[in-house]
């Protein structure tokens, strides 16, 4: 379903006391809205005033919003004023244009003091009036949260709604899973999810009616539910270390960038060399690791040769001996020399008559070539040999090529972590009590990521092996019901159910694939039109294990080395792919998009973003520095801004009460 939002009406909701209403035009052409106000003036809580009003939740918080001890969500100045056992209430309407008539969704949620003064809250309630048929029809309860979900599914709704900080920091940290759970997340496969978990629990259930059948089933049966338990546990596992190693990666990222940013140029010099040679390092440990693997496979193909060389030298001269015998004929078809004999003419025009010479010879030499199929059999092997032996002979030197190469790489690699370790000696032999104290967390952090990594590939390990076991009791299985011919029926239901899975499996497979295709592609156009640097980046890519990378001009990938604003291009270019692709359509609402971008980034973004958002509901809530202060940004955007769309935010003597009003009416 599309919808846009035509109106946002606030009542004592955070920072706005009273109601606050936002009216918004909605016109194709002229897509933008424009929410201005400085830091902490209330201009984030408009997305948030969004997002609690359809989710119950506040896109900028993380603690819960009915805990006492942190800001209430009714407005404090409205709390104040209230009087023992008196109440008051929080609101945000929301009216909605969709392309099945109008809809207003209100969030409410009340609070007040008792008789002795302590402030209370009640958890809020959501109210949706849609039209159904001819009337309008008003929802309560559960049944609402189905019907916001689908016009805008809330696991889609950090796509359209965004935290223009987090979208900075979104690649700052190369994190696939993050990448990996948003292209899952707008696949939006939760029924083949679905579907896959009730196939389960009907596998178990028909593997409960013959337990009792032989001793052999139960047996197995209950191998199956303890492999199944194993590998739950192990995905549980693996999902909880990585989750901590985003966030062991995220602070060494921090860690790197304060060492880069130091005031002191040798501390500064010394990351920055740091960071070339860790770069270096990876580059090198995956180029040591092909030449390993390449030569390995070489010595597998050659090297039963080699042990086989006498006998192989052996045969080879013994077809030699018959070639040169004329025991083994150039390799010519007998049906050949026999169509020349039946035709009774040449190749070369003549004819052949019964008795003459040429005919006697064609006849013999046919003879010839009928005598064995061993004849083609050792043409063909001697011709084989022959390649053998020339691999043999050119083993030597090629190993020996190979050999020096994984020689120099494992040279390099020595001499880059010894620059590495002096480094890091370098770093904490600075008498400076903060410098070795980030040197330490650095180690602590780097020495976490690695154990990680390695829990990591042993978990995936044990889950390969507890999926073989699992596999081998399913088979079991299945050989044990055949014994019982009372269990047809049953073995053919639990042989569809796999069947089913596993299509399935292929399924989720191939739509996360071409979707994760579809992401890379709008990604890398969206990039490469708004990013300033033309010329300077040739691709983006996101790879099957979903690692991004972004490669400059001379091939590098420079996806940890971006600027702010660059970070911040990358971010709005993925979640725009992601928001095309997804199949809603829906407004797009980016809290501080142009923070920490030069000039030309912004002029960029500004001309660009409106444009590849055709006709989406695009609305912008920025700070005086992004838009007031920048003619360039007002011009650029004032030819999809409509004066109606045009906001401010004004803030009381006190800072505690705001007020939004169009830009016309301040």
């Not at 191998?223 to 270390?241: C, G, L, N």
């Amino acid at each position: 379903m599309k919808f846009a939002i035509s109106s946002i009406e606030m009542t004592n909701y955070r920072q706005y006391k009273g109601t606050q209403k936002l009216r918004f035009t909605t016109d194709k052409s002229k897509n933008v809205t424009i929410i201005s106000g400085r830091n902490g003036s209330g201009k984030s809580n408009i997305l948030n005033a969004i997002t609690w009003c359809l989710y119950g939740k506040e896109i900028h918080k993380k603690y819960d919003l009915v805990d006492a001890d942190s800001m209430p969500i009714i407005n404090s100045s409205e709390l104040e004023s209230l009087q023992n056992d008196e109440r008051s209430f929080a609101e945000v309407k929301i009216h909605l244009e969709t392309d099945a008539g109008d809809w207003l969704v209100s969030r409410r949620t009340e609070g007040g003091k008792d008789d002795s003064g302590e402030l209370w809250f009640s958890e809020s309630k959501l109210t949706v009036i849609h039209p159904v048929g001819n009337q309008d029809k008003i929802d309560t309860g559960e049944g609402t949260k189905r019907l916001i979900n689908n016009i805008l599914p809330d696991a889609l709704e950090s796509f359209f709604f965004i935290d223009g900080e987090q979208l900075r920091e979104f690649f700052r940290v190369r994190s696939p899973e993050k990448v990996a759970d948003a292209v899952d997340t707008v696949s939006q496969l939760e029924l083949v999810y679905k579907a896959s978990e009730h196939l389960d629990l009907l596998e178990k259930d028909l593997q409960r009616s013959i337990i009792a059948a032989t001793p052999q089933l139960e047996k197995n049966h209950k191998q199956t539910e303890f492999v199944r338990s194993q590998i739950a546990q192990f995905k549980e596992r693996a999902s909880d270390i990585k989750r901590d190693r985003g966030s062991d990666t995220a602070a060494l990222t921090a860690v790197n960038e304060y060492l880069r940013g130091h005031n002191l140029e040798r501390v500064s010099t010394l990351q920055y060399k740091r960071e070339l040679l860790e770069k270096e390092k990876a580059e090198q440990t995956q180029a040591n690791s092909d030449s390993v693997l390449l030569r390995n496979q070489y010595l597998v193909k050659v090297a039963p040769f080699i042990f086989l060389k006498a006998p192989i030298e052996k045969t080879y001269a013994l077809i030699m001996e018959s070639v040169d015998k004329g025991e083994l004929p150039s390799k010519i078809k007998e049906i050949f020399v026999r169509e020349l004999i039946e035709e009774g003419r040449c190749i070369c025009g003549n004819e052949l008559s019964s008795d003459s010479d040429a005919t006697a010879t064609l006849v013999a030499f046919s003879k010839h070539l009928s005598l064995s199929e061993l004849s083609d059999v050792a043409i063909v092997g001697k011709t084989t040999i022959e390649e053998i032996l020339s691999e043999i002979q050119e083993f030597p030197q090629r190993i020996e090529s190979m050999s020096i190469k994984i020689d120099k790489q494992e040279s390099r690699l020595e001499e880059i972590r010894r620059d590495l370790d002096q480094i890091r000696d370098d770093l904490l032999g600075f008498d400076l009590e903060e410098i070795n104290r980030y040197e330490a967390r650095r180690e602590e952090l780097t020495t976490r990521i690695a154990e990680h990594n390695l829990l990591l590939a042993e978990l995936d390990k044990k889950m390969r092996e507890a999926q073989q076991i699992l596999d081998d009791c399913r088979k079991q299985e299945s050989i044990e019901l055949a014994k019982h011919p009372k269990y047809d029926t049953l073995k053919r239901k639990l042989a569809l159910l796999r069947e089913i899975q596993n299509v399935f499996a292929k399924t989720e497979s191939i739509i996360k694939g071409r979707i994760r295709q579809r992401v890379e592609q709008k990604t890398r156009d969206n990039f490469l039109t708004l990013i300033r640097k033309e010329g300077a980046f040739q691709n983006v890519t996101i790879s099957d294990d979903y690692t991004v990378k972004v490669q400059h001009a001379h091939g590098f990938n420079v996806i940890n080395d971006l600027s702010a604003g660059e970070y911040m291009i990358l971010g709005l270019a993925f979640m725009s792919a992601l928001t095309s692709i997804s199949g809603f359509q829906a407004p797009v609402i980016i809290d501080t998009p142009l923070a920490k971008i030069d000039d030309i980034h912004r002029d960029y973004i500004t001309t660009q973003l409106p444009h590849f958002l055709d006709g989406t509901q695009l609305i912008l809530l920025v700070t005086p520095t992004e838009y007031d202060n920048d003619k360039k940004v007002k011009d650029n955007l004032s030819h999809y801004l409509l004066p109606s769309n045009d906001y401010m935010i004004h803030e009381n003597e006190t800072f505690t009460i705001s007020e939004v009003t169009q830009r016309g009416n301040a």
